[in-house]
């Protein structure tokens, strides 16, 4: 059985005295029921593994470079998260696709380089409004799933988020049926490229203006194993109640 994941992503939020929300979240769970992760920026990276408490929140980064090591100045390797700390890392979201017009190879690479580190790669996939009013949903996902997912992934490698880009931040929510529609799709494309056994262990998170009044219903979508969360994960009570949801699901 797939084990449930709560994924906050802080995105470009945080300073030293954000990992208070941390340690006070690994108090609250010291033996969680499900995962818990907290993607801080890199900068905090090193001190949230080391705030939280053994068995309870994982962390993870934001991004990672496709190379092992090189002349790319900013950038940080899956190798140098994993040293830091990292089990887990990000790809792929819409905002990195946005706004430095990585393409589905890219994230691809980036996946392979996670892999190779020993990381959990969570590769996102996700539509614009447009493309949604143009009845063009399925096609998108199905093409950066393509795209963007490396050969011969299981559960302990990948992790893949539908976050409807339209969605991010807005306060919009898909209706439950749109989201069952997608996640349903999803799972099936895995099935089809790789096998119901390597399919089944793969967890798929939706994202999206996940809220704790509204994460119960979308945990009762089929195919929906979690979620990946932005400006509800900040605070570890807001984070609570979302969790909280997907333990009680």
């Known amino acids: 059985m797939r084990r449930k994941l709560a994924a906050g992503n802080w995105k470009m939020n945080g300073t030293a005295t954000s990992l208070a929300e941390l340690e006070k979240l690994s108090s609250l ?5 499900i995962d818990i992760l907290i993607c801080p920026p890199a900068t905090l990276l090193h001190r949230a593994a080391q705030a939280v408490q053994a068995n309870s929140v994982i962390v993870g980064g934001q991004d990672c470079h496709a190379l092992v090591a090189g002349a790319h100045t900013g950038d940080l390797s899956a190798e140098m998260l994993k040293d830091a700390g990292a089990e887990y890392v990000i790809l792929g979201h819409s905002e990195r696709r946005q706004d ?41 996902i199905g093409e950066q799933m393509s795209g963007s997912i490396p050969d011969q992934p299981i559960g302990e490698n990948l992790v893949v988020a539908y976050e409807p880009i339209w969605a991010i931040g807005t306060g919009k929510v898909p209706t439950l049926d749109q989201i069952c529609e ?37 945990f009762s979508v089929s195919n929906v194993d979690g979620a990946l969360v932005g400006g509800a994960s900040l605070k570890a009570e807001d984070f609570s109640g979302i969790i909280q949801a997907l333990e009680n699901a």
């Open 182 to 218: 997608v996640h349903d799709f999803m799972r099936a494309k895995l099935e089809d490229r790789f096998g119901a056994a390597s399919a089944s262990s793969i967890r798929l998170l939706y994202g999206g203006s996940v809220k704790p009044k509204n994460a119960s219903e979308i």
């Open 100 to 140: 430095h017009g990585e393409s589905d190879e890219l994230v691809r690479a980036k996946a392979i380089a996670a892999k190779d580190a020993g990381l959990i790669a969570i590769v996102c996939v996700g539509e614009s409004l447009e493309q949604r009013e143009a009845a063009e949903t399925l096609d998108v």
């Open 29 to 33: 769970y010291p033996n969680p029921d």
